[in-house]
């Protein structure tokens, strides 16, 4: 794209920021990935990162927000300063994560959105040595997109369109950049809004830069291309399928803390104000909403492996919520800090879902990735899954089913779940059947797990079949597990604000010869 020699807009972030972060970042901390670093008086770009998280947020710059939310002039001051120490500590070592496309994007749309608070007040020799950062990055970043997979290739597409509006860098590269941008949004948004990777927390972060980017092209009176147009108007009815009445997202797929005001922002530019999605076939999710409940599915196979990094073996999973109250959910995705524990939040039995011989339905790469496949990538786990659709005045029913234990064990999950009108009787059965092309059959122990949210009170009912449940607002509901006995084990809560947090789930186990059938319901039955 060549070498601009100047910025014509700013885009704006529409990201939330605290000020009172500035005066943390002045003092010498600096708090990423769950780390929090003092370089008492050191530049940050000299400190040895404590992780690559906390490397990638600090060379990522999205924490000048903080400082230009700050609007003081000692700010803008520490803005200019850092960005001149990160230029002066690349000119002598380049890290292996500025050559990260993801990180490189994130700069690159930190530096064009901030460049108000960062150039205020700079002479002229400062201005050329930032408008030289940004063309090498844009170079950097362009080269490194052939390699790069996943959502960090449209990120990096999002930031060379940006970059192409922001800085003079004439209509060829303009409409290559467009192109691009196109192309990549073509290759990972679905039809019905949902990204390739299915982790909910992907369509926020996404919408996030989409948007501000919308805003660019209009700003520099120049037309949108269509796919960025159709892709946000998708991709915002698909947040609101994913979300509970709390504001927070659905824990699918690599999906963990929700960010509340994050989620707030991105439906505060939906023009319809709509309803949700209910139906999201491409993406794999279902949505059952009445009165004040909701219940959200995950009704779909796994990415494709390049796209799986962050997945999880949830197939056929389901979390309820009524009103603001979480009920049942699944147990989230860890925080960088707790990477130890990544992989068993992926696997099955940390979802609301039957689990076949305490088995996960798919099969993850090492950690350490192996040959040609990338780290945590799934290698093998349902090919076939089905979800049926009937709504009427009574109610909704979806009827699913997969077959990601029919290799192993000639045997296919399906699944039944109903919510009537009211929205205060949830029932469903789960069922285990021969799978069409099985040799043989494999008899094994199933799981039938609830996991609870660590606000809900559960304790024992009249038999050993129910079980009672008390969200904190004293609503309360009765657990029924069809003749079964219904257990109450531990559990774990990763997508707590505060950390990981203990909680506990409800499990009905059997023998899953062909044909086993377990009927269950949740009933709201008042006040506790």
């Not at 993801?102 to 108000?116: F, G, H, V």
């Amino acid at each position: 794209m060549g070498r601009p020699d100047r910025l014509v807009i700013a885009p704006q972030d529409i990201r939330t920021a605290d000020p009172t972060r500035a005066e943390d970042i002045y003092a010498g901390y600096f708090a990423f990935g769950g780390r929090i670093v003092n370089t008492q008086g050191r530049s940050p770009f000299d400190i040895h990162p404590p992780s690559q998280a906390w490397e990638q947020a600090l060379a990522g710059f999205g924490w000048l927000r903080h400082l230009r939310a700050a609007d003081t002039a000692l700010a803008r001051v520490n803005a200019r300063a850092l960005v001149d120490d990160y230029l002066s500590a690349r000119a002598r070592f380049v890290s292996p994560v500025d050559k990260d496309p993801a990180t490189i994007a994130r700069r690159i749309l930190s530096w064009l959105s901030q460049s108000p608070i960062v150039l205020e007040g700079a002479d002229a020799l400062f201005y050329r040595r930032f408008m030289r950062g940004l063309a090498r990055d844009a170079a950097r970043l362009q080269q490194a997109l052939a390699g790069a997979t996943g959502v960090a290739r449209l990120t990096g597409a999002i930031a060379l369109a940006e970059y192409s509006l922001c800085a003079n860098v004439g209509a060829r590269a303009q409409a290559r950049a467009t192109a691009q941008l196109s192309a990549e949004i073509g290759a990972q948004i679905l039809p019905d809004g949902g990204h390739v990777g299915r982790n909910p927390q992907t369509l926020v972060d996404l919408l996030l830069d989409l948007l501000p980017l919308r805003q660019a092209y209009a700003a520099r009176s120049t037309a949108a291309p269509p796919a960025l147009i159709g892709a946000i108007d998708r991709m915002l009815p698909m947040v609101r399928l994913l979300r509970h009445g709390d504001g927070s997202l659905g824990l699918f797929n690599g999906m963990g803390v929700t960010a509340p005001d994050r989620v707030a922002t991105v439906l505060a530019y939906d023009d319809t104000r709509g309803q949700p999605l209910v139906n999201a076939p491409q993406a794999g999710y279902q949505r059952l909403q009445a009165g004040d409940a909701v219940v959200i599915l995950d009704a779909g196979p796994p990415p494709p492996p390049i796209h799986s990094g962050e997945a999880h073996a949830g197939c056929l999973s389901m979390e309820f919520s009524a009103g603001a109250e979480r009920v049942i959910v699944n147990c989230g995705a860890p925080t960088p800090a707790r990477a130890a524990v990544r992989l068993a939040a992926r696997q099955t039995a940390a979802h609301s879902t039957l689990v076949l011989d305490d088995t996960s339905s798919c099969h993850f790469a090492p950690e350490a990735g192996i040959e040609r496949i990338a780290a945590g990538q799934i290698l093998a786990g349902p090919r076939r899954v089905t979800a049926t659709r009937t709504d009427g005045r009574e109610g909704s029913l979806i009827e699913l089913s997969h077959d990601g234990y029919a290799r192993r064990f000639g045997l296919v999950h399906e699944r039944r779940v109903a919510l009537d009108a009211t929205g205060k009787r949830l029932v469903g059965e789960d069922r285990i059947a021969a799978a069409r092309d099985a040799d043989a059959l494999f008899a094994r122990a199933f799981a039938l797990r609830f996991h609870l949210h660590p606000g809900v009170r559960v304790t024992s009912g009249e038999s050993q079949t129910e079980l009672r449940l008390e969200t904190p607002s004293g609503r309360a509901f009765l657990f029924e597990a069809g003749g079964r006995p219904a257990e109450i084990e531990e559990s774990v809560f990763f997508a707590s604000p505060d950390g990981a947090r203990a909680s506990q789930q409800i499990v009905v186990r059997g023998s899953a010869e062909e044909n086993a059938e377990t009927l269950w319901s949740i009933t709201e039955t008042g006040r506790a």
